[in-house]
């Protein structure tokens, strides 16, 4: 298959990959509704740099250690699953009140960078994903790593491009969703869709 065909194939796949709805898509929805545009955009920054990441794990070895290592893999699927389950029922316990300075929220607490980039880094599916997908699209005889990270790439440039579409259409509905009863609602209903992903996440086999 040319370089072309490859590259189109791959931004096809990794497109609607992007677009199914997931942890990523609730975690941007919910921080921008509720925190804000600079904030939804900080979370998406985070989860596409974990990506990155992971992209480069893969690239150096360490995703096919994951790939065929179970210890390694349930190690890293329980860390990802406690941190998942951390973060939602934070959010089904404490739902907040309002936004901004009024809600009061700490510099750790509005962090959604580093909460972005943890929740994919300790989600070994996203390891997995690239160790199987990528291969397919790397065409015989060419440096691993380079295409590894272009590959990568596109991916997150598709990502980044999804999450400006999800933080752009939630700002016409922004006076709305910043109201308290919507907070609290999308604070618990996203808080509940973290904790059924980290029981998913925790019994699901390679």
């Known amino acids: 298959m040319p370089f072309a065909d490859n590259l189109l194939a791959f931004t096809l796949a990794a497109t609607l990959l992007t677009i199914t709805p997931g942890l990523d898509t609730a975690l941007i929805l919910r921080t921008c509704t509720v925190e804000g545009r600079r904030q939804g955009l900080r ?23 994951i790939a065929v290592s179970a210890l390694a893999y349930d190690v890293l699927k329980y860390c990802g699953a406690v941190y998942l389950a951390w973060l939602g029922a934070n959010m089904l316990v404490r ?5 901004g300075p009024a809600a009061n929220v700490s510099r750790a607490e509005a962090n959604w960078f580093f909460k972005g980039m943890m929740g994919n880094l300790l989600n070994p599916k ?20 380079a295409w590894t990270f272009a590959l990568v790439g596109i ?29 609290q609602w999308m604070d618990r209903a996203t808080g509940l869709v973290f904790v059924l992903f980290a029981a998913r996440l925790a019994l699901s086999r390679r």
């Open 43 to 65: 979370a998406a920054l985070g989860i596409n740099a974990g990506c990155l990441l992971w992209g480069a794990a893969v690239a150096f070895g360490l995703g096919a250690l």
């Open 95 to 99: 739902p907040r009140q309002a936004l």
């Open 126 to 145: 996203v390891g997995i994903f690239y160790v199987s997908f990528l291969p397919q699209f790397i065409p015989p005889g060419q440096p691993l790593v």
């Open 155 to 183: 991916h997150v440039v598709l990502g980044l491009a999804w999450a400006m579409l999800l933080i752009g259409a939630t700002q016409s509905l922004a006076g709305v969703l910043r109201r308290a009863p919507v907070i």
